[in-house]
């Protein structure tokens, strides 16, 4: 059975890893992804300048009757540096994500520089969720804000590139944001990042269950799983075939990763479930997977990549 996935010329020999933020802030939480012998590469929590201690707890929240999660973690991280040492010194074979998210365009572009002149030989990931100008919304939400940062990274930049994006609900958003990506040579998208400024509510208390922002938060898990399938879908379908896909969001089974692959997904990540199982989840949702693929007959993800089937 062939469960190895393939971006730029990076080879993975699974396909899971975890979603950003979820266990790979620390050394030691990066190092436990990675001697997972089921996870195929690891994506570094999103890094900024300097390190920050992130939003006041509680500030991540797991839903009941396994719905998902909301956080409203304010990127905490140990700060770029720190995540730089980490992938030049790291002893693996497998290729690593380097995950990039100034709160600023100049920051993005400094830490772009830095990774761009260092001896660092992995994949980056450039997360637009980061806020732009003060009273516009994320980077990513802007069309002209993400040609903007994306022509600025590309006159420099010549490592594999990838960003991170958010969920899009409109299919004229979707037209409008891969006509803008079709026009830079990235290695992938990453797509979905949590849907954005949900907000849950402790029945018992009347109270909201995180703390930062009034209670607002993104979620991931289950409940965003539709919404997961549905961008990887149509960023597939719209998209450079050099652009490849990595999907994330609402995984829990073996056959949701199955059905992101169907959508057109690469590699796929998990992050709530992964919170949840903690880095067991790896093998579980790979032999899920391994079972759903031979009970079709098919013995490798290639066959059913991008394979959805629809009504005519
Ligand atoms: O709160 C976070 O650190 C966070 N949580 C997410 O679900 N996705 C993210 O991309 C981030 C970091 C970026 C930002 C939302 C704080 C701008």
Redesign the pocket.
Known sequence: MDLTGQIANFHFNHILLNAA?VKCQTTAELDQVLASPYSGSVVTK?ATPMTRP?NPSPRYYQLPEELGSI??????NEGFAYYLDYVLNKKTDKPVFFSV?GLTKDDNLAMLMELEQSNFNGLVEL?L???NVPGKP?TAYDFEATRAILTEVFSFFTKPLGV?LPPYFDMVHFDMIAAVLNDFPLAFVNTI??IGNGLAIDPHTDTVVIKPKGGFG?L?GSLVKATALANVRALRERLNESIKIIGTGGVTSGRDVYDLVLCGADLVEVGTQLMVEDTPVFERLEGELANELDKKDYQSLAEIRGKLQIIS
């Open positions: 933020g999103s992130g956080n409203s973690m304010g990127l905490p998210a997360n969720s980061c806020p994320q991170k990042n949590s993104g991931g």
